[in-house]
């Protein structure tokens, strides 16, 4: 029901600030705004507001939206005051700033929703190393364990998710990257880190494990904290504040070793003895398999508690004021915009797998994870998807509005409109790639669920 209704609302709101910017930058124009609608087919809700008795409509399919406004291609208008009205009518600088407004309101209420996060405060992993495996990159660029990720290529990095953003930039524009680091005795040095061991597959999954990289966890006893609903954890009869002792007779000392066992026990069934008050248990878990990266491995839908003491000593939040959380927010919208075309010309040319692109049923779960998780992660996907419908939109396909605006440049150039033929086979060009796009998304959802 959570997945249900945070899928709900993340389209609805998406959806409506987008065709708000149309809307309210056709307003400003002076353009006669015939109909609002949230949503496509039978109207559940249908109400007529303003001096141009504008309808406003909240229909029954939820995929999407639209503003309708008086043209004169769409029928003949009889009052002479509506023919100057008409979208048709208006300078070409107008039909740009209109049809650009919508994919600009999703960036600025990207800028807006990282704004609120930035001066909240963002809670986030300390970019301490963890165990640097053997053979890696990061230990063929001599890291250790403990040590602490100060800044890569230049840029600071204060968590662990600005080592992760940072790195996937590099990975599409470099082989390799410096990183400054500062070990556990406080000295400084430099390395050169390789980046050539991610492959095009790996975007999908964590690619920083291919990097040899992960954060740094303290050791802690095996305490289970909170579980997921229906989980195979909870399933078994574990309760939260329950500790293990021992996995199929082998004694768990710390939580990372508990995490191990159930990772090499894909659908096999463990035995576990744990201690729950003065009580001790003998329960029965099989972990669910998960593929990931290729490979099976054992998952139950539980986190171990961790007490406050020792969150702060890897755990910080970062927050800033009103102004520097907006030059933070407008940057961060930036970055991910230009990533967002990177990415998409990297799928273009080859370069990244195609299976990166979500549908529906992926963004539905992202929805539902982010809301359980708490209404900061929420927000943040919120903004995510928002700067993905914005640059979407601006894409130079017929149909979008980026197609519309490529029109306009023509015209600009051309000093006369493009011509019915060329905008119909435009029609259909566009519809063609979009349906192509959809398939793709449809397909990479389907294989997700089919392999978890």
């Known amino acids: 029901m959570l997945t249900i209704v945070a899928f709900l609302v993340t ?32 109207p559940l809700f249908q109400k007529s507001f303003g001096k141009d008795n504008t309808e406003f409509v909240i229909a029954a399919l939820p ?39 919508g994919p600009a309101a999703n960036l600025l209420l990207a800028i807006f929703l990282y704004w609120i996060l930035f001066m909240h405060g963002v809670m986030g992993i300390k970019p301490i190393l963890g165990e640097i495996q053997p053979n890696t990159p990061a230990a063929q660029a001599n890291l250790k364990e403990g040590d602490f990720i100060q800044a890569i290529a230049g840029e600071s990095t ?18 390799s990257v410096e990183l400054e680091v500062m070990d556990q005795s406080g000295r400084l040095h430099s390395s050169a880190l390789s980046l050539q061991s991610i492959g095009r597959d790996d975007y999908e999954s964590d690619f920083l494990d291919k990097l040899g990289l992960k954060p740094y966890q303290p050791e802690a006893p095996a ?17 939260p504040g329950d500790k293990v002792l021992s996995a199929d007779g082998e004694t768990v000392n710390n939580w990372e070793q508990f995490v191990t066992s159930i990772r090499k026990n894909p659908q096999n069934r463990i035995h576990l003895m744990i201690q729950r008050g003065e009580e001790l248990l003998a329960l029965a878990i099989t972990p669910e398999g998960v593929n990931e990266g290729g490979i099976q491995v054992g998952k139950i839908g539980a986190i171990n508690r961790v007490d406050d003491a020792m969150l702060e000593t890897f755990m910080t939040t970062i927050s800033y004021g009103p102004l520097e959380a907006l030059v933070k927010a407008s940057g961060k919208t930036w970055e991910t915009s230009v990533f967002s075309l990177k990415m998409l010309g990297s799928m273009i040319t080859g370069d990244v797998s195609w299976k990166g692109v979500s549908g529906p049923v992926t963004i539905a779960s992202y929805a539902g994870q982010s809301a359980h998780i708490g209404w900061k992660a929420f927000l943040g996907f919120l903004a995510l998807i928002s700067i993905s419908l914005g640059v979407l939109n601006l894409l130079p396909v017929p149909v979008l509005d980026g197609g519309h605006l490529m029109y306009y440049m023509v015209e600009i150039f051309k000093g006369s409109p493009v011509s019915e033929a060329a905008m119909e086979l435009g029609q259909r060009i566009g519809l063609f790639l979009l349906g192509l796009l959809m398939i793709v998304a449809f397909y990479n959802d389907i294989n997700r669920i089919l392999t978890g």
């Open 11 to 42: 389209l609805s709101v998406l959806i409506a600030i987008h065709e708000y910017g149309h809307f309210q930058v056709a307003r400003w124009c002076g353009v006669k705004v015939l109909r609002f609608s949230i949503g496509f087919g039978k």
């Open 63 to 101: 995929f999407g939206g639209y503003v309708k406004m008086l043209d004169e291609r769409e029928g003949e208008i009889d009052a002479s005051e509506d023919r100057a009205r008409a979208f048709n009518r208006q300078s070409v600088w107008r039909r740009i700033a209109i049809v650009s407004a």
């Open 158 to 175: 204060r968590t662990w998710q600005d080592v992760r953003w940072l790195l996937l930039q590099e990975s599409l524009n470099a082989e």
């Open 223 to 239: 305490i289970i904290g909170d579980l997921v609903g229906g989980g195979a954890a909870e399933l078994s009869g574990l309760k």
